[in-house]
């Protein structure tokens, strides 16, 4: 009996003291399965944070200080002080256009003017009183009547044909590998979209001029680089030059018109509707337009800019602004505007779309010493 008590309390003294050995193991065992998970975890979400990101292509069109890297050319794209004639095209549609004003319409307008001057001086004397008292009682005379009526048909037959081509060449449909530049004119600015290159979008307010009232501290304000006042926007319309510009315009709110005289453009924007048209620019240099269709209290200050580059510097503009170039001879994704021009429009902006009630941007972060590239 008393071996089989020193028995007893032996056992339980080494249970006692094996216990807390044996109820600690799982813990250890689940503690060294969880670092080899964490560790896995850890280096796999490695790779994915070293990429670094890539950095933005500079915008080929700005300098370092924002400023513009070309400057307006004076006569050229821009309203002249005392002209008198179209203005200089820089499309070849433009070019055609203002050969029919210079030598047909001019030409036939002065004959006919100066025809019927004279014609009605010989009259006025060869018929007064005093030289001829006893008037003629002639009532018809064939040959003048057959005259005086063929004569302005031929005329409107020599007006009509070069009239009706060049109608035509300014309705042509775009070729596939066209550059789609979706206008949308608003109360009072415009905004832009690039739908073949990646979405771009750019919104155009006129610049103000450096002593105005309502210039917001840290706003740009106008320069001799950015063009004449009145019509300098913040943000040009970058497009290549040789290239076919298939133009589509809107509006969120009322009529516009998008006119661009120098290229011998001008297109009514109309809420709900798309319409289109085709031109190239073949000369590169600063073109500027206006809004032409009165569309309320600040109508004369919706002006239009655009920069016409190399189709090289217009690739890297677009990388700039985080697009892409599209295939080559790529048709384009743009919705027609022709036919079923008279649907809504359904792209990315909406018929019934808001913005700014007065002509102004955000205050930007910097001043003219360092312009910003514009609101993308």
């Known amino acids: 009996m008393r071996i089989l008590g ?7 003294a080494g249970l006692a003291f094996a216990t807390p050995g044996h109820a600690q193991a799982p813990a250890t065992t689940e503690s060294n399965s969880t670092a080899p998970a964490a560790a896995a975890t850890e280096n796999a979400a490695a790779p994915a944070a070293a990429p670094a990101t890539a950095a933005k292509p500079a ?19 821009q309203p002249v002080q005392g002209g008198w004639t179209l203005p200089h095209q820089v499309s070849p549609t433009g070019r055609e256009a203002l050969q029919f004003h210079d030598y047909v319409l001019m030409p036939v307008i002065v004959f006919i003017s100066l025809f019927v001057l004279v014609l009605l001086l010989w009259v006025m004397a060869r018929y007064r009183r005093k030289a001829n008292p006893v008037p003629s009682r002639t009532a018809h005379n064939t040959l003048l009547e057959i005259v005086w009526t063929l004569l302005p048909v031929l005329i ?32 009072w600015y415009w905004s832009y979209e690039y739908p073949d290159h990646g979405g771009i979008e750019i919104t155009a307010n006129m610049l103000k001029e450096k002593g105005d009232k309502t210039l917001a501290p840290g706003e740009r304000y106008r320069t001799d680089a950015d063009g ?25 709110d009322v009529i516009h018109s998008w006119a661009l005289p120098a290229a011998w453009v001008k297109l009514d924007a109309v809420p709900g509707r798309l319409n289109e048209t085709t031109f190239t620019i073949d000369t590169p ?23 016409a580059v190399s189709p090289a510097v217009f690739a890297q503009w677009v990388a700039a ?13 743009a919705p027609p505007a022709q036919p079923g021009s008279d649907k809504a429009d359904d792209t990315a902006t909406p018929a019934n779309g808001t913005g700014p009630v007065e002509n102004v941007t955000v205050a ?5 010493q360092a312009a910003p590239a514009g609101k993308n």
């Open 6 to 12: 020193l028995t007893t309390i032996a056992l339980a």
């Open 228 to 252: 004449p006042r009145l019509m300098a926007t913040d943000n040009r319309v970058i497009l290549p030059v040789g290239v076919p510009i298939r133009l589509i315009t809107t509006a969120t």
């Open 364 to 368: 930007p972060a910097t001043t003219n």
């Open 156 to 187: 409107l037959i020599a007006i009509a044909v070069p009239s009706i081509r060049l109608l035509a060449n300014q309705f042509k449909p775009a070729p596939d590998g066209a550059v789609t530049l979706k206008a949308i004119g608003n109360q």
């Open 285 to 307: 240099g600063v073109y500027y337009g206006q809004c032409s269709e009165l569309c309320g209290a600040r109508h004369a200050f919706m002006p239009i800019t655009v920069e």
């Open 59 to 77: 915008d080929p069109t700005l300098n370092a200080d924002g400023s513009h890297k070309t400057a307006p050319v004076a006569g050229i794209g």
């Open 321 to 333: 602004k985080g697009g892409t170039m599209p295939g080559t001879a790529k048709p384009s994704a």
